[in-house]
């Protein structure tokens, strides 16, 4: 069973992502934030495999302040980065910070859920289009 820490400002999103990824068998929400203060108390005491945490929140820590610190203290927490934006500085802060991927909020949830056991097993989740930019970008270097 993987156990998720969902972290959203707007409960709404919160409560949306509580329910469906709780019908996944194999996932078991464990805990709620609704800032970066909270999303850092919660894994302490939840420790959780994955930690779904919106970058863009009130407060003195953002999601990737949080992230950075989340990291550090818990590195067996995998951190995956919820946004609306499709940001390359945001990207860039993310990855620095040990994000394990970069996600929109309008991926579906059974991706979301997929991409959840994909990163517990170690991967990486970016979008297409950064993929491909990095792609160019290493290409042009050599």
Same mark, same amino acid.
């Given at each position: 069973?993987?156990?998720?820490?969902?972290?959203?400002?707007?409960?709404?999103?919160?409560?949306?992502?509580?329910?469906?990824?709780?019908?996944?068998?194999?996932?078991?929400?464990?805990?709620?934030?609704?800032?970066?203060?909270?999303?850092?108390?919660?894994?302490?005491?939840?420790?959780?495999?994955?930690?779904?945490?919106?970058?863009?929140?009130?407060?003195?820590? $953002?999601?990737?302040?949080?992230? +950075? &610190?989340?990291?550090?203290?818990?590195?067996?927490?995998? /951190? %995956?980065?919820? *946004?609306?934006? $499709?940001?390359?500085?945001?990207? +860039? &802060?993310?990855?620095?910070?040990?994000?394990?991927?970069? /996600? %929109?909020?309008? *991926?579906?949830?059974?991706?979301?859920?997929?991409?959840? &056991?994909?990163?517990?097993?170690?991967?990486?989740?970016?979008? %297409?289009?950064?993929?491909?930019?990095?792609?160019?970008?290493?290409?042009? &270097?050599?």
């Amino acid at each position: 069973m993987t156990t998720v820490l969902i972290v959203d400002d707007l409960s709404s999103i919160r409560e949306f992502l509580k329910i469906n990824l709780s019908s996944e068998p194999d996932l078991k929400v464990v805990g709620l934030a609704d800032n970066g203060q909270g999303a850092i108390a919660q894994t302490e005491e939840h420790q959780p495999d994955i930690i779904l945490m919106d970058i863009n929140m009130p407060g003195e820590i $953002d999601g990737i302040e949080a992230t +950075e &610190r989340i990291v550090t203290r818990f590195p067996q927490s995998k /951190i %995956l980065l919820l *946004t609306t934006q $499709d940001d390359k500085k945001q990207l +860039e &802060r993310a990855l620095k910070a040990g994000s394990r991927g970069y /996600i %929109l909020k309008n *991926t579906s949830i059974k991706d979301l859920a997929n991409i959840i &056991r994909l990163t517990e097993k170690g991967f990486f989740k970016l979008g %297409l289009y950064w993929v491909i930019g990095m792609a160019r970008c290493i290409r042009l &270097r050599r």
